[in-house]
């Protein structure tokens, strides 16, 4: 039996609320929780052992631009874990059989080897696949259901773990998501999870006083706990080149002739004059909060 251990461990972050790692040259915070439940995964999977008899199909479920793709994406980066992430729009096809097909050549992309036993296939907003969201029974959607279940029950010759990320998967065909095929868990981070990976969005940008402030930053994300983790990104890049016309009017000028390293030394000099405050967060997140399209004229 293989031993398992972490090969980048890193240390705790720290806080009055929080529990999670860092990730990305501490730049990214990841609760223990979703950490465990996607590592857990694929070290049982790398097992292949009878013992643990582990589900090859984990189902994470949760509300749109809650970070699941992006956490996911970083842990298996993180600990160098072989890996592909796919859409789930990458499976469809005109012809018979065109999604088993793209499934397999993807599933045998990131093979698990001796020497490298750790692999995962991640497919992204599954529950917009034919195999969930088509209702009319195509040929398509039969056979890659199908070919699920024979690889969820398979487990033994699966060369890969795999992840299916989605929203919300209560239509997954019933015996596909049954306990022994499928794992599914669903992800909401609670408050303190949120107001901890907001501050490390901020620490990525800037470096400020106001990164330091956990209250505060807490009391922002509490007061729009309705939203989302990619909500509050928003917020911070909205403020942050809140003037963004200099930008522009020196790319006009300049006839478009302005290079990636130019540009990015310009955004930071207007990002280094824009100076940091809750007002500005809270003011900016109460306009993204009631953003509605105009109703315009027929």
């Not at 994406?73 to 874990?81: G, H, M, P, Q, W």
Request: glycine share 4%; hydrophobic share 40%; with cysteine.
């Amino acid at each position: 039996m293989r031993i398992f251990k972490a090969t980048k461990p890193t240390q705790p972050a720290t806080n009055l609320w929080s529990h999670g790692r860092l990730y990305s040259n501490q730049s990214v915070f990841i609760p223990f929780e979703f950490e465990h439940v996607i590592l857990k995964h694929v070290l049982l999977n790398a097992l292949n052992s009878n013992y643990f008899n582990t589900a090859p199909l984990l189902f994470v479920q949760g509300k749109k631009g809650e970070g699941k793709t992006f956490m996911t994406k970083t842990l298996l980066d993180e600990f160098n874990i072989r890996h592909k992430v796919i859409s789930s729009s990458e499976l469809a096809g005109p012809r018979e059989n065109d999604s088993v097909n793209k499934l397999k050549a993807a599933i045998a992309s990131c093979e698990r080897t001796d020497s490298d036993p750790y692999a995962a296939l991640v497919i992204d907003d599954f529950h917009l696949s034919i195999a969930i969201s088509d209702k009319n029974g195509t040929q398509n959607a039969d056979t890659l259901l199908s070919y699920l279940m024979n690889v969820a029950d398979d487990r033994q010759n699966l060369p890969t773990s795999i992840i299916l990320l989605g929203n919300n998967f209560t239509n997954t065909y019933a015996p596909l998501s049954r306990l022994g095929r499928s794992n599914i868990i669903t992800w909401s981070p609670s408050l303190c999870d949120k107001a901890e990976i907001v501050r490390r969005m901020l620490l990525s940008r800037v470096h400020e006083p106001l990164c330091e402030d956990y209250n505060q930053i807490f009391n922002l994300v509490k007061s729009y706990e309705t939203q989302y983790i990619g909500f509050f990104e928003q917020v911070i890049n909205n403020v942050l080149v809140n003037d963004f016309s200099q930008v522009t009017s020196q790319f006009a000028l300049r006839g478009g002739q302005m290079g990636a390293s130019e540009l990015s030394n310009l955004i930071a000099n207007i990002i280094g004059q824009t100076p940091l405050t809750m007002e500005a967060l809270h003011k900016k997140a109460e306009l993204l909060a009631n953003r509605k399209f105009e109703k315009l004229d027929d």
